[in-house]
């Protein structure tokens, strides 16, 4: 853990989300010793660009991979199933994932479907392959919890969910599209 927040602290951020209280004083020691002051917004680099609307919705120049794509409506996923279940802070893959790691896995599949990524295989990010891939991951949890358990989970909500967000026009929020379905 220490490790990571010291990535975070050199990558300029000025604070850090731990998963327990406890871990608060490593994260806090970190932050202290190479954080020197109130936060870590530097003046402009004079020849930098500025970020415009349109590099907002620019595609990524770097490799889509095929496992990337499955990872994140996996994660996308798995989130929202447990969120759903009323856990907003889920272990996924060894990672303590929460909503903004399911809103940017589904915002990138919006992106990728909405302006036609291709894969490094040269395969079309489509809705087609989308709804391919999230039949083939639900089937794969499916396998792996159990049929039983399946049916008893809100997997298939889930998919409904990530599904509406990833295709159309975007969305805001995830947790607001899904909250008609908490109890």
């Not at 850090?16 to 020691?29: E, F, I, K, N, Y």
């Not at 660009?49 to 770097?62: D, F, K, M, Q, Y």
């Not at 994140?72 to 903004?100: F, K, Q, T």
């Not at 790691?101 to 589904?106: G, H, L, M, P």
Request: charged residues 25%.
């Amino acid at each position: 853990m220490r490790e990571d927040k010291l990535r975070e602290v050199h990558a300029g951020h000025d604070g850090t989300w731990v998963a327990h209280p406890g871990l608060v004083p490593v994260a806090q020691q970190v932050f202290d010793e190479h954080m020197p002051g109130k936060n870590q917004i530097l003046p402009p680099v004079e020849g930098s660009s500025r970020i415009t609307a349109e590099n907002l919705i620019e595609l990524p120049v770097g490799r889509i991979t095929e496992f990337g794509l499955q990872r994140n409506i996996e994660v996308a996923l798995r989130y929202i199933e447990s969120w759903l279940r009323g856990n907003g802070c889920v272990p996924i893959y060894n990672l303590m994932e929460d909503a903004a790691t399911a809103e940017i896995c589904r915002a990138q599949l919006w992106q990728w479907i909405r302006y036609g990524a291709k894969l490094d295989d040269g395969r079309l990010v489509s809705s087609t392959l989308f709804e391919t891939m999230i039949r083939e991951i639900l089937e794969t949890i499916r396998n792996s919890v159990g049929r039983d358990a399946f049916e008893a989970s809100r997997f298939i909500r889930a998919a409904e969910v990530v599904r509406e967000l990833s295709e159309g026009e975007f969305r805001e929020f995830l947790t607001t599209a899904a909250s008609q379905d908490l109890p």
